[in-house]
């Protein structure tokens, strides 16, 4: 027996370590040696690649065709997971990677159509575009065939070869982020749930942004001139459609200054884009140039060439989300005798059908399914396997669109005229987009297609006629703009555009105004601002949420006596707070746990089990009824007496100090960070075993809310998880590009076994930002560039 048990344990031993060397193996995958020459024939010339410091890669070419083959190239050494990742997203077929559970997902993916919008477009492309794309396309295929037998960790764990990529498959992105950026079918179908649910018209609109006394618009001075006529037929009651959990994120911050608020006399720009936060990040960094001919620096979508929002030599530009109400949902008839019939102005007419065979992991039949699409667009009858209702949706990303042409025009204009006819383009994908140039102008101008409405798109149509279908778009020259106004800044931050004076319906879903308020009041507060100001301004903890509700909540606590001792001391603690969200402070946790608790005790006798959905309008709901002082939504429908408001709000704090002292137990030990973490997670890493081996995922504790600033967003019926914020920060001086500063919340690399793999994000939790080289002479700064490789042809004429 000892004999069994001595050769047992050599065995577990040697099977332990072979282990760990094979899991060592599989992580290093496709670690590339950032200084190995890379020779590929296509190539006329030499081009260099000098990595920095934090791995950003500065590409020296001396023309398009080399420069956007070594693009494609280091996209795909950085980033090839990603890359085929949101590729399967785009073409609906993730179901053949993760298994079965994603064959719904895959469904309602090619519903959306984006790979076939993108064969369309690249069509349309022209020849100089489509030949972009192919050197692009070029690059990454020769990094596949580099590395087939050597592929990045997360193809050997689930086990398939990537395909090669296509020019069109660049387009797909496109979709990707109109998608990802639509924020209709997130909270319409949210909104519809809710009034069949309540019926009660007054509580109905406390969910919705109420503007009516806020004046804080993005384009303050903007005139609009010209009228239209409108129909504002409201919509009856519609059918049931099933529960769902929205997940929505809050959008982004962009800031400018002119010359004459900036201690340098030339503008200074800041722009972070809000976005799920993930490893890998949404954005990679690349600094792309031709002498003589280019020179551009930012942020790139992995899977597309072009800078998306950055500087070149001239110009600087950057985005936040318009918030663009870009689909309507339309109530269908079928015909009960041919369901691929639906009427339309007292007429059957036939749908469009599509056969598809998804294909799913580790079973040999694929399933088929089909499809079903009005002149509308795709048509959904079921959600989470219930059924319902079938509605159909026009998508705003199924419309033709430019944006992979604006971005390669932008990346290259020099003035205001040439940054206006680039973001033409943008479509499918609406952006504020703000400007500064060398010439010490500043703007910000809406670009995107606006459809226009005979009614407010938040609600759901009937489909049988043609009424309430899109008549067009508003044309650009009408969308709002700002160049040089006189206060000597421009600002947004997913705040209402406009007035109501302006005659086209944008969206019902703007952000409450506490960020663009933070933003303004520190742009207001010094004559002249610095780049060291607006990294300040970039990191931010301050809330003028807590500004303007704590007084009233204090007003209303202070009428009870009878408060039990940790009520009286968290009491205490909110009045010694100065409303900055820091980790190590409590008076965060409580005050943000009260918000959550008063919401979910106005709104659960209505919504009952359904009450996750009501939380999607947190954010209005809280702003609305603190705007007031008071809900309808107060009275507990459940019992014979009328509650008030004062009443719901008592016994909400006590609830939240209750449920605070359960989870943390002594309020001395209570703290903001604790209780608010930032979760970055990899796909991969839900699974715990693969997290562990890889160490894929990371924690921290979070500053800042869903309303700072600086955000660390999380959501009401997920509290206090965040996993969305700013997905990058930068600032640029237009004074000296040189002395300009960025940061991505993780890093450039994919791969866990690299140096780049999250190797930004402790600097980005501190407040941080790493300095942005641009004019690039290595001779001169050689302890900038950590690593430097030579891609060549060997042909002898490089």
């Known amino acids: 027996m000892k004999t069994i048990l001595k050769i047992s344990a050599i065995f577990l031993i040697i099977l332990g370590i072979s282990g760990y060397f094979y899991v060592q193996k599989i992580k290093k995958s ?305 015909n009960p005798d041919n369901k691929s019939q639906y009427k339309l102005n007292g007429e059957w007419k036939k749908m469009r059908v599509k056969k598809e065979k998804i294909y799913i992991k580790g079973e040999k039949d694929p399933v088929e399914k089909t499809l079903y699409f009005t002149h509308r667009g795709p048509v959904f009858s079921s959600f989470d396997s219930i059924d319902i209702q079938p509605v159909s949706m026009r998508w705003i990303g199924n419309e033709p669109s430019h944006e992979i042409k604006a971005l390669y025009e932008l990346s290259k204009a020099e003035n205001w005229d040439d940054f206006c006819g680039a973001i033409h383009g943008f479509q499918s994908v609406s952006q504020n987009i703000a400007y500064a140039d060398k010439q010490g102008n500043i703007g910000i101008h809406l670009a995107g297609r606006l459809p226009k409405r005979t009614a407010p798109g938040y609600l759901f149509f009937p489909g049988d006629t043609d009424r309430y279908d899109w008549k067009g778009f508003v044309p650009f020259d009408s969308l709002p703009y700002e160049y040089n106004p006189a206060r000597g800044f421009v600002s947004s931050a997913n705040n209402k555009s406009l007035d109501d004076g302006y005659p086209y319906y944008i969206t019902e879903w703007y952000d409450v105004p506490y960020r663009i308020r933070r933003i303004r009041q520190m742009l207001k507060a010094k004559e002249k601002l610095s780049t060291a100001d607006f990294k300040k301004m970039l990191f931010d903890h301050h809330s003028t949420q807590a500004d303007e509700i704590k007084p009233k909540l204090l007003a209303h606590l202070k009428q009870k006596k009878n408060w039990n001792e940790t009520e009286q001391q968290a009491i205490k603690k909110l009045e010694q707070w100065d409303h900055t969200y820091e980790p190590d402070l409590s008076a965060p946790l409580i005050f943000d746990q009260f918000l959550i608790t008063l919401a979910k005790n106005l709104t659960k006798d209505e919504m009952q089990k359904e009450n996750n959905i009501a939380l999607s309008f947190f954010s209005y709901l809280i702003f609305n009824t603190f705007q007031k002082d008071d809900s309808v939504w107060a009275d507990d429908v459940n019992t014979p007496e ?89 600032i640029f001086n237009v004074a000296d590009w040189n002395q300009s500063y960025s940061i991505l919340p993780t890093g450039v690399s994919g791969n866990p076994a690299s140096d780049f793999y999250c190797n930004q994000t402790d600097t980005y939790m501190q407040g941080k930002v790493f300095r942005d080289l641009f004019d690039f002479d290595t001779e001169k700064l050689p302890e900038y560039i950590r690593y430097k490789a030579v891609f060549y042809s060997g042909s002898g004429n490089d």
């Open 642 to 730: 009328k509650e008030s408001f004062h009443q719901i709000l008592l016994q909400s704090f006590s609830d939240a100090v209750a449920l605070l002292t359960s989870q943390y137990g002594d309020i001395e030990a209570w703290q903001w960070g604790e209780a608010h973490q930032l979760h970055l997670e990899h796909p991969l890493g839900k699974v715990k075993i693969i997290d562990k081996l890889f160490h894929l995922n990371r924690t921290y504790p979070a500053p800042g809310n869903s309303v700072t600033v600086n955000p660390f967003t999380y959501f009401a019926n997920t509290a206090f998880h965040s996993n969305f914020g700013a997905s990058e920060k930068h």
């Open 30 to 334: 496709a670690l590339p040696d950032y200084n190995r020459n890379v020779k590929m024939e296509v190539l006329d010339k030499k081009v260099y690649v000098y990595r920095d410091s934090v791995g950003i890669p500065h590409i020296v070419a001396q023309n398009e065709a080399d420069l956007y083959r070594v693009v494609g190239y280091l996209s795909a050494q950085d980033r090839l997971w990603q890359m085929d990742l949101l590729r399967r997203v785009t073409q609906g077929r993730l179901s053949e990677i993760f298994g079965k559970d994603l064959v719904d997902t895959d469904v309602l993916l090619r519903k959306l159509q984006m790979s076939q919008n993108s064969e369309k477009l690249y069509i349309t492309l022209d020849k100089h575009l489509q030949d972009i794309l192919k050197f692009y396309s070029e690059g990454v295929n020769r990094y596949l065939q580099d590395q087939k037998d050597n592929l990045p960790f997360e193809f050997q764990v689930l086990g398939y070869q990537p395909e090669k990529w296509q020019p069109q498959h660049s387009l797909n992105l496109v979709g990707f982020m109109s998608w990802n950026l639509e924020f209709a079918y997130k909270m319409e179908m949210a909104y519809q749930i809710t009034k069949e649910k309540t019926g009660d018209q007054e509580k109905l609109k406390e969910l919705l942004p109420n503007y009516e006394q806020i004046n804080n618009y993005v384009y303050q001075d903007f005139k609009f001139s010209k009228k239209i006529i409108s129909d504002t037929v409201l919509v009856a009651a519609l059918e049931k459609i099933s529960a769902l959990t929205p997940d929505i994120f809050n959008g982004s911050n962009n800031w400018v200054v002119a010359g004459k608020k900036s201690v340098t006399g030339k503008p200074i720009f800041s722009n972070d884009m809000h976005l799920g936060l993930d490893i890998p990040g949404i954005w990679t960094r690349m600094h792309l140039m031709i002498p003589g001919q280019l020179n551009v620096t930012g942020v790139v979508l992995p899977g597309e060439p072009f800078v998306v929002a950055g500087h070149n030599e001239n110009i600087a530009w950057g985005m936040t989300n318009v918030m663009l109400d870009g689909a309507d949902f339309y109530m269908e008839t079928i």
